[in-house]
C-alpha cells in the first residue's frame, strides 16, 4: 500500500512563498510519476504540475508558469513544490498523487484518473 502525506500549507499574504511537501511509503517512490493538483473552493481539481520518475521532466499549468517549482528527492521519498508570487487566486487545497507507471504524454498526466494513489491534501490560503 502507498501512502502520501502532504505537509507545508498555511496562510499567506499575496506575494509570498510557500513549499509544499509530499512524503511516499512506498520502497519503489523512485520509479514513481507525480503529480501537484489543487481544488479552489467551489472549483473542480486542477492540474498544477507533473515530474517524471527521475526529475528529470517537468511540466506546469499556465497559470503557475514562473511561479511554482516542482522538484524530487528519491532518497527522502519526497517530492516538492515550491511556491513564489503567490496570489489569492492560488487559494486552495493542494493534493499530491502518484503513478505507478510512467505518464509520457501532456494529456496524459493531466489527467486524474491516471494516478493510482492521494494524498489528503494541504490548505493553501493566500490573502489579498
Known amino acids: 500500500q502507498v501512502q502520501l502525506v502532504e505537509s507545508g500549507g498555511g496562510l499567506v499574504q499575496a506575494g509570498g512563498s510557500l513549499r509544499l511537501s509530499c512524503v511516499v511509503s512506498?520502497?519503489?517512490?523512485?520509479?514513481?510519476?507525480m503529480g501537484w493538483f489543487r481544488q479552489a473552493p467551489g472549483k473542480v481539481r486542477e492540474f498544477v504540475a507533473y515530474?517524471?520518475?527521475?526529475?528529470?521532466?517537468?511540466a506546469y499549468e499556465d497559470s503557475v508558469k514562473g511561479r511554482v517549482t516542482i522538484s524530487r528527492d528519491n532518497a527522502k521519498n519526497t517530492v516538492y513544490l515550491q511556491m513564489n508570487s503567490l496570489k489569492p487566486e492560488d487559494t486552495a487545497v493542494y493534493f499530491c498523487a502518484a503513478s505507478l507507471t510512467p505518464l509520457y504524454l501532456s494529456a496524459v498526466y493531466r489527467r486524474q484518473d491516471k494516478y493510482d494513489y492521494w494524498g489528503r491534501g494541504t490548505q493553501v490560503i493566500v490573502s489579498a
Open positions: 512506498g520502497r519503489t517512490f523512485s520509479t514513481y510519476s
Open positions: 515530474i517524471n520518475w527521475s526529475g528529470g521532466y517537468t
